[in-house]
């Protein structure tokens, strides 16, 4: 089955610093792929997307380039705020409807 | 408005009480999931439902079970519920097959 694994928290970072969480995945077929981002208390929100090889997603300083032939989505950001502190999920959804989610990294920046 | 929610957002309850949690989603999506999230932040998908098929993940008891009155809504309800229920629950819902979901807010379940 689909599977997306995520580098294991926490990561922690001080202002300004750059930023990589590294997301791997396995899938049949030609997935979208998704990072979302939950702030402490709320719901998930969905930060960037891409749906095909090569595609860069992009939002809020943050990017994620589709690499099919690594099977990887690595989330970056040249300089972090505080107030980027938050949990980021790495995401894909198949043709079979279902979105899978990785575990989760936790980004905490400090000023 | 809100794209997602639910209700109600924090849920207190004794063991061996059946409780229900709604969702409604005002986007006209066509497909409604529930995951649930532990303490650790695990996200695990519990069911994905349009109005042509449920589609449920095997690893759910089956005191858990999806209810949709109709296509804006997918309420979940759980009966005799067990400690190890509690958690974060959030209903999410999207419209083209590989597009991302919106997600409500979430609900924390606590059982005591």
């Known amino acids: 089955g689909d599977s997306v694994t995520q580098m294991e928290g926490p990561v922690t970072l001080s202002e300004e610093a750059f930023l990589t969480i590294n997301c791997t995945y396995t899938?049949?077929?030609?997935?979208?792929l998704f990072w979302y981002v939950q702030y402490p208390g709320e719901g998930l929100q969905l930060l960037l997307k891409?749906?095909?090889?090569?595609d860069k997603g992009s939002n809020k300083g943050f990017e994620a380039t589709y690499r099919k032939e690594t099977t990887s989505f690595h989330l970056e950001k040249g300089s972090v705020q505080v107030s980027d502190s938050a949990v980021y999920f790495c995401?894909?959804?198949?043709?079979?409807?279902?979105?899978?989610f990785g575990g989760g990294t936790r980004l905490m920046v400090k000023p | 408005d809100t794209a997602v929610s639910q209700t109600p957002k924090y849920l207190v309850t004794q063991m061996g009480n059946d409780k229900s949690i709604k969702c409604e989603q005002n986007l006209g999506h066509d497909t409604m999931y529930w995951y649930k999230q532990d303490s650790k932040k695990f996200l695990k998908i519990m069911f994905s439902y349009n109005n042509k098929e449920l589609i449920i993940n095997e690893t759910v008891p089956n005191r858990f079970s999806p209810k949709s009155p109709d296509k804006a809504h997918l309420n979940l309800h759980i009966n005799s519920l067990e400690l190890g229920d509690s958690a974060v629950y959030f209903c999410?819902?999207?419209?083209?097959?590989?597009?991302?979901?919106?997600f409500g807010q979430g609900t924390r379940l606590t059982v005591v």
């Open positions: 891409a749906t095909k090889a090569d």
């Open positions: 995401a894909l959804r198949d043709a079979g409807n279902m979105l899978t």
């Open positions: 899938a049949t077929g030609y997935p979208s």
């Open positions: 999410a819902s999207s419209q083209e097959r590989l597009a991302g979901a919106f």
